[in-house]
Nanobody
């Protein structure tokens, strides 16, 4: 089992920045690809970013490329999502997730491949 706890959400004006953190506990964290997803009211959950288990590869949805950066610190068992130049359309509940398969070579962008989920943190961007 992997337990995930997100933090760092809040209210920010358009153009501002936030850094989300996701702390992991439980079984080995360093072996699993990690992802960030978000879900706005009335919408489906969507992929935001993912990072390989070794931190070498990162992937982003087109709408956040150049603005968001995902990173991880395996020693601290934490992943981060640095969000800059925030827009009102970024308003959502953000969830971190851990891949259910260790050392997977292909980093998934679909929620079906992620077994462990945090409780979510609200990000609200005002215009």
């Amino acid at each position: 089992q992997v337990q995930l706890v997100e933090s760092g959400g809040g209210l920010v004006q358009a153009g501002g920045s936030l850094r989300l953190s996701c702390a992991a506990s439980g079984r080995t964290f360093a072996n699993n690809n990690m992802g960030w997803f978000r879900q706005a009211p009335g919408k489906e959950r969507e992929f935001v970013a993912a990072i390989s288990w070794n931190g070498v590869s990162t992937y982003y949805v087109d709408s956040v490329k150049g603005r968001f950066t995902m990173s991880r610190d395996n020693a601290k068992r934490t992943v981060y999502l640095q969000m800059n130049s925030l827009k009102p359309e970024d308003t959502s509940v953000y969830y971190c997730a851990a891949d259910r398969i260790s050392w997977r070579t292909v980093v998934s962008t679909t929620s079906d491949e992620y077994e462990y989920w945090g409780q979510g943190t609200q990000v609200t961007v005002s215009s």
